[in-house]
């Protein structure tokens, strides 16, 4: 009996002793996603491939869950944020944890495959920080971090690891400097031999300042995307400007593209995007938008023109973005934009030298989006009730690299094809919303030309908890 009363003491006397702990704050959200996909290749007559997204392959209607449980905590100079995360398409194999719980689509047999996609439970995103100065911010971990989420999305947005610095040099002078490897030695397969350290690397350096001017943020940025895998080193150099001035909120947005492969070829490409948002009431906010991507007029040469960012982000930008709109699915089987893009990087395979999943081919068409949309809080209809809806007209910028589907030489039209989204969501409490989400891709004659005349569709409900 001493002895145990000698051990509580000492257990007190060191706890009253050590540092105070910080409380931790436990989060957490659950969607549930009965989804169905049809005609992504634009040709009724034909199977869909396995159509990708964040829980692997899918073709037709499935069922999705996307699950996370988080937890942060936070003092005077640091913060740790951890969220823990499974996306997987609900089946007995995931709900029992088997082995394979995705598909995937081998062009090449024409077959498919059942893969790991989503099976795991883990730490999706984790954010550690400690501010030394002001001016001076330690950040690490893999989080959403973005060049230009704020306008066109064109370059990168994305959660990535990363190590690196950020502050606040002036009262309106703000930077980011970080360093992301995408990947190291990723590519790597057992009992392959070992050719270098480097030779499946993937690494990008980056900077981007903040000057608040007025109403406006004018902000350049650069990226240097040093891709091993890929065989390229590119420089991007760009200018995001976001702000607002009576009623308007314009957005504008230019990065170019500068570099090189190790064969010599040279990457040289254009993309921009300006759009502007109207405060018209409550109900309706109207917006008007133009995305641009340069296209490569000729796959032959050793000058390679098409766009290729670093991630694509247009899903997830202010005025085009909608997560699940139709365009920002996987239409690598047609039109040629991977999941979360809306640039037809995976259009034409030849000179990749990044993009989604390192997918992106520098071959490629390029695009002009003409994009006319609006949202609104109909709350005067019933309470917590809103929408956003749009209309997207797509044109390629260069059609030469791109063939007929009856094998003739005539030229591919310009003309895509045109898509419209409407969502509507409805917030029953704090913790509980519906969501739904139609969208079609009704193909022009550019993608009429190389795939059919069929309108891909897709209808989305998200039943979503917060907590």
């Known amino acids: ?41 634009l040709n009724d007559k034909d199977d869909d491939s396995a159509i990708g997204t964040e829980s692997g392959g899918v073709v037709g209607g499935h ?40 598909v995937s689509y081998d062009a090449a047999t024409n077959k498919y495959a059942t893969t ?43 959660d990535h690891p990363f190590i690196g610095f950020r502050g606040q040099l002036a009262e309106k002078t703000k930077y980011e400097l970080l360093y992301i490897p995408i990947q190291n030695v990723g590519g790597a397969k057992d009992g392959a031999d070992v050719i270098s350290d480097e030779v499946n690397d993937w690494s990008v350096y980056s900077l981007k300042i903040n000057q608040q001017m007025g109403g406006f943020n004018v902000s350049p940025f650069f990226a240097y995307s040093d891709n091993d895998s890929r065989e390229a080193q590119v420089m991007y150099y760009g200018l995001e400007v976001t702000g607002k001035a009576g009623l308007f909120k314009p957005s504008f947005e230019i990065v170019a593209a500068d570099g090189e492969f190790d064969s010599g070829a040279d990457i040289s490409s254009l993309a921009a995007f300006v759009g502007v948002e109207m405060d ?106 809103s929408y956003k809806t749009q209309v997207f007209m797509i044109w390629y910028d260069e059609t030469d690299n ?27 409490d704090a913790n509980f919303s519906i969501d739904y989400i139609f969208g079609v891709l009704v193909p022009g004659d550019g993608l009429e030309d190389q795939y059919g005349d069929d309108t891909a569709m897709t209808n989305c409900l998200t039943l979503s908890w917060k907590y």
């Open 280 to 385: 018209v009431c409550k109900a309706f906010t109207p917006y008007v938008a133009l995305r641009y991507t340069q296209g490569d007029d000729d796959a032959s040469d050793d000058d390679v023109e098409g766009w290729v960012g670093i991630t694509d982000i247009g899903r997830f930008t202010p005025l085009m973005g909608m997560d699940g709109g139709i365009l920002s699915e996987d239409l690598g089987q047609s039109y040629g934009a991977r999941l979360y893009s809306y640039a037809p990087e995976g259009a034409v395979g030849s000179n990749p030298y990044g993009g989604i999943g390192n997918g992106g081919f520098g071959d490629n068409p390029g695009s002009i989006v003409a994009a006319l949309g609006a949202k609104g809080d109909l709350s005067s209809i019933a309470d917590k009730l």
């Open 63 to 102: 069922l999705r869950s996307e699950l996370r449980f988080g937890w942060k905590a936070a003092g005077d100079r640091w913060s740790v944020k951890m969220i823990a995360e499974t996306d997987v398409i609900m089946t007995k194999n995931s709900a029992d944890h088997g082995d394979k719980v995705g």
């Open 402 to 428: 791109l063939n007929q589907l009856d094998g003739s030489t005539k030229d591919v039209d310009d003309y895509a094809g045109t898509t419209f989204d409407f969502q509507l969501k409805y917030a029953l």
């Open 1 to 41: 009996m001493k002895r145990l009363l000698m051990l509580v003491a000492v257990l007190v006397a060191v706890a009253l002793a050590a540092p105070s702990w910080a409380a931790i704050e436990f989060f957490g959200t659950a969607k549930v996603k009965p989804t169905y996909f049809s005609n992504f290749d």
């Open 116 to 158: 790991d996609d989503g099976a795991d439970f883990g730490i999706e995103r984790v954010e550690l920080l400690y501010k030394f100065a002001p001016s001076i911010e330690l950040q690490t971990g893999w989080d959403i971090r973005a060049l230009d989420i704020k306008s066109g999305g064109l370059l990168y947005g994305d």
